[in-house]
């Protein structure tokens, strides 16, 4: 029985430090660890990570380069590659990129993080790999437990051996733990809890924030009761005694670039797009600029541009902040009053556990292929059309109750319990965690 973990992740992108924003309670103090950016970090491991982290931004951004970085991001989605899952085989032979991370952590990469981590005998809970293979390779001395953070998984995710590694892997989805068991990992290391989602917008082990914001939300998704006459009962059902009337906002929509920004460009499609009715007030407009100053400004000129600025903080609001945790905290609220969500299919994905229906931007890497994969599987999620005709297409989707039904499916066939699930596991020893997905 513990009181707290240590909760570790890395300042790249968005990805790992969402998935351990919810978790931020379990540790010492609620201070989550940066394992690239921490005080005291020697000068040669922060060289290593930052040389990562403009390596991941830089191929992020290739796609949007004609010819030429599309080729260059093709190659280094290769390296990244996820093989077929069928048919099942051994998979557990390690690449090249695994090979070459070993031996930079042999070389003592990490060393000075475990030291620090084996300051206090309690468990580790990370959202990035590598740091998980520090932990096992320098001797850390309590369980150490990987959080992951999509819908499936390269091998790079799992250690050098893994039939002898006592890494514990916390998986958000059954693909993964069905991936993990091909990349050779013991049965007895994989939970499935489920990708931990923020508990201000759950509300408790009982949902009821959460089943508060879907009633109100499927108002503004089935305006013409399109979904709800025809599933009234599976409502009823689900979000019974919860149910409301009226809306208390108009149809909102959230869209957001990644950490790397470079899905702006959509951005400024879409306020294009709804510019008429933006000024008519017909819909509010959330875009998400993250911590990236030069995504605020893209935003910010182009509502100039279009005549908009009078909107701005009315319906519409760009999501900024200069710290990372306190852009999670914002952004958290800021769902609440949600109704449609346009993201790429990053960790994201596993955000329709909240009843938020997802419009999906091109994908970044084989991963969010992967990602989206899943979501249109279980029926939470849309692939984008062309963003410069959203005015048209996307009230299309509300006017048939299209979206509503999204919200529905992944309210009813994602997984809200992570966080729970996880305390169970890591702070109280359970091997089988007693909260389902399920809402009967």
Avoid at 22 to 28: C, I
Avoid at 297 to 315: A, D, P, R, Y
Avoid at 353 to 365: D, E, H
Wanted: some cysteine.
């Amino acid at each position: 029985m513990y009181k707290n973990a240590w909760i570790v992740t890395v300042d790249m992108g968005y990805g790992h430090q969402r998935a351990t924003y919810p978790l931020r309670s379990l540790a010492p103090n609620g201070k989550v660890i940066s394992a690239n950016n921490y005080a005291g970090i020697p000068s040669k491991d922060r060289a290593i990570w930052e040389n990562s982290r403009k390596f991941y931004e830089i191929v992020s951004r290739f796609n949007n380069i004609p010819w030429i970085g599309k080729y260059l991001f093709k190659i280094y989605d290769y390296l990244q590659r996820i093989p077929n899952f069928y048919p099942r085989r051994n998979l557990s032979k390690p690449n090249l990129q695994l090979r070459a991370t070993y031996r930079l952590i042999r070389g003592g990469w990490g060393k000075h993080l475990v030291d620090l981590l084996n300051t206090k005998d309690i468990p580790l809970i990370t959202s990035f790999f590598d740091v998980a293979f520090f932990a096992e390779e320098h001797n850390f001395r309590n369980e150490i437990y990987c959080q992951i953070c999509d819908a499936d998984i390269s091998r790079g995710w799992v250690a050098l051996c893994p039939q002898k590694s006592r890494i514990k892997y916390l998986a958000p989805c059954r693909r993964v733990v069905e991936r993990l068991k091909l990349y050779g990992v013991k049965p007895e290391n994989i939970f499935l809890t489920g990708f931990p989602l923020p508990e201000e917008n759950l509300g408790g082990e009982k949902l009821p924030t959460l089943k508060s914001d879907l009633a109100e939300r499927l108002i503004n998704l089935d305006p013409k009761k399109m979904y709800r006459h025809k599933y009234s009962k599976t409502v009823e059902h689900y979000l019974r005694g919860v149910g409301h009337r009226v809306h208390h906002h108009p149809l909102t929509l959230t869209f957001l670039v990644g950490g790397a920004g470079a899905q702006k460009r959509i951005g400024n499609y879409i306020l294009l797009s709804l510019r008429k009715k933006l000024l008519a007030g017909e819909i509010n407009l959330n875009l998400v600029a993250g911590v990236r100053n030069d995504v605020y400004q893209s935003f910010f000129n182009q509502i100039v541009k279009l005549g908009l600025k009078k909107c701005l903080g009315k319906n519409i609001d760009i999501i900024f902040a200069t710290e990372k945790e306190e852009y999670f905290k914002v952004f958290s609220e800021s769902l609440r009053k949600t109704d449609i969500v346009w993201t790429k299919p990053s960790e994201m994905v596993f955000y329709c556990a909240l009843g938020l229906p997802i419009i999906m931007s091109p994908s970044v890497g084989a991963q969010e292929d992967y990602n989206r994969t899943w979501l249109k599987t279980i029926g939470a999620g849309i692939t984008q059309n062309d963003p410069r005709y959203a005015h048209e297409w996307l009230f299309d989707w509300v006017n048939s109750g299209w979206l509503a039904e999204a919200a529905m499916a992944g309210f009813l066939d994602g997984r809200q319990f992570g966080i729970y699930n996880i305390e169970e596991i890591v702070l109280r020893g359970s091997k089988h965690p007693g909260h389902n997905h399920q809402l009967l």
